[in-house]
């Protein structure tokens, strides 16, 4: 079966101090990755996906990036945080397009300081 | 662009009783899906229920169902026979090609 993992769960991190989030998908071959950002209260911020190994699409423009260095692979980074890059970030991943829907990691609670 | 819109921050229901939740989406797509997330205190999305807008039959999974109104651009979710463990906020979402909106939330409490 097909298993989704996100890791850290919690991470506080000084202003200015870089950011590197994992997700990792097992049981499937060339899923669709994203990565969501969910504000305190507040429904889900599409910021990046990804079709295939290299490629990258981005929703939003700000201080984060992503990448996918392998097939099963998806990182969120950031060079420096903001306060407002705190939230609750998501990672999840679809078959084709997502119209079965998309299948959630658990979450990484970010809190910048 | 597509939004979705859930016009109800906060509602709440007694246990074993029904409850509907409200969500209007809109989008230039022909072909689209619609989905209902659940998302408990563990903060893990659940996915609750799935419709396609080319399917005139509404969703039904155990006691959640949905009401979806095509030309209305509606999809209101509803719970049957409540119960304490469906306490969590319920997120509507608006799916097409890699592009899946959310609206803001319901956050819904079951009471004892």
């Known amino acids: ?113 | 662009a597509q939004t979705v819109t859930q016009s109800q921050p906060e509602m709440s229901v007694q246990e074993a009783e029904t409850v509907t939740l409200s969500c209007t989406y809109d989008t230039s797509e022909s072909n689209y899906y619609l989905f209902w997330y659940k998302q408990p205190p563990s903060r893990q999305m659940i996915l609750v229920i799935r419709q396609e807008a080319y399917k005139q039959q509404n969703a039904t999974e155990n006691r959640f169902s949905v009401n979806f109104q095509k030309a209305a651009k509606s999809f209101s979710l509803k719970i049957s026979d409540s119960q304490l463990g469906d306490t969590a906020m319920y997120f509507c979402a608006l799916s097409n090609n890699n592009d899946m909106r959310f609206g803001a939330g319901t956050r819904l409490t079951v009471k004892p």
């Open chain 1, 1 to 113: 079966s097909q298993t989704i993992h996100q890791w850290p769960a919690t991470l506080v991190q000084p202003v200015g101090s870089p950011l590197s989030l994992e997700c990792t998908v097992e049981g499937t071959s060339n899923p669709n990755l994203y990565w969501y950002r969910q504000a305190a209260g507040r429904g889900l911020q599409l910021l990046f996906y990804s079709v295939g190994i290299g490629q990258i699409s981005s929703e939003v423009p700000q201080n984060l990036s992503a990448s996918r260095p392998q097939d099963r692979q998806f990182i969120l980074s950031s060079k420096k945080l903001l306060l407002s890059d705190s939230g609750f970030y998501l990672c999840a991943w679809s078959v084709g397009t997502g119209n079965y829907g998309y299948t959630f990691g658990s979450g990484t609670r970010l809190t910048v300081v």
